[in-house]
């Protein structure tokens, strides 16, 4: 079955930076876009990031030209870099198929605060 394991989050200062990781098993990777979400306290969960198969991306206005989205298909993994992280960044992001009503996983909280 499908399985999505995301890392990497934790506590940072604003203005710093996280390297978010999703590996993912049970599918063809390199067949599936793929999508960062994230989910703060109070709020719907948003999508933050997307990439297809031929890596092609999308973001989120947020988060455009501060966060990164990539993909490699040997590792079966999907990355999300965030540079210049705001305190407004703070939340648990997970990664997903996009267009695909997989389980999420448990997530990774990402934390923005002096």
């Known amino acids: 079955q499908v399985q999505l394991v995301e890392s990497g989050g934790g506590l940072v200062q604003p203005g710093g930076s996280l390297r978010l990781s999703c590996a993912t098993s049970?599918?063809?990777?390199?067949?599936?876009?793929m999508g960062w979400y994230r989910q703060a306290p109070g709020k719907q969960r948003e999508l933050v990031a997307g990439?297809?198969?031929?890596?092609?991306?999308d973001y989120a206005d947020s988060v455009k030209g501060r966060f990164t989205i990539s993909r490699d298909n040997s590792k079966n993994t999907v990355y999300l870099q965030m540079n210049s992280l705001k305190p407004e960044d703070t939340a648990v992001y997970y990664c997903?198929?996009?267009?695909?009503?997989?389980?999420w996983g448990q997530g990774t909280q990402v934390t923005v605060s002096s």
């Open positions: 990439i297809t198969g031929g890596a092609n991306t």
């Open positions: 049970g599918f063809t990777f390199s067949n599936h876009a």
């Open positions: 997903k198929r996009r267009f695909r009503n997989d389980a």
